[in-house]
């Protein structure tokens, strides 16, 4: 059974950090894509980036120069760093995974419960 759980959210005045990490948890047989969707209250859930196995990072516009996302391919781990926090990036974050769960199996993407990011003026 696969399982992934965030960590991280909370509430930071504008202008200033948070980190989310993001762990995946359970068996399986590869990991490809792992990321970070976010979902604001009356909107529709937007990437914010995502990284390859092999390390290639895609931005959403608004998140470049101010988000980084990186990873453990040997923990399984995901994370972003968020600077410079404005009242708009107030939502529930969503780590995702692109997992393969058996070599015959296609991949199939995973999502963690969410972690509220609020950001205060």
């Known amino acids: 059974q696969v399982k992934l759980v965030e960590s991280g959210g909370g509430l930071v005045q504008a202008g200033g950090s948070l980190r989310l990490s993001c762990a995946a948890s359970g068996t399986f047989f590869s990991i490809n894509a792992m990321g970070w969707y976010r979902q604001a209250p009356g909107k529709q859930r937007e990437l914010v980036a995502d990284i390859s196995s092999g390390g290639s990072t895609n931005y959403a516009d608004s998140m470049k120069g101010r988000f980084t996302i990186s990873r453990d391919n040997a923990k399984n781990t995901v994370s972003l760093q968020m600077n410079s926090l404005s009242t708009g990036d107030t939502a529930v974050y969503y780590c995702?995974?692109?997992?393969?769960?058996?070599?015959?199996?296609?991949?199939?993407?995973?999502w963690g419960q969410g972690t509220q990011v609020t950001v205060s003026s």
């Open positions: 995702y995974a692109r997992i393969r769960a058996r070599i015959a199996l296609p991949e199939y993407d995973y």
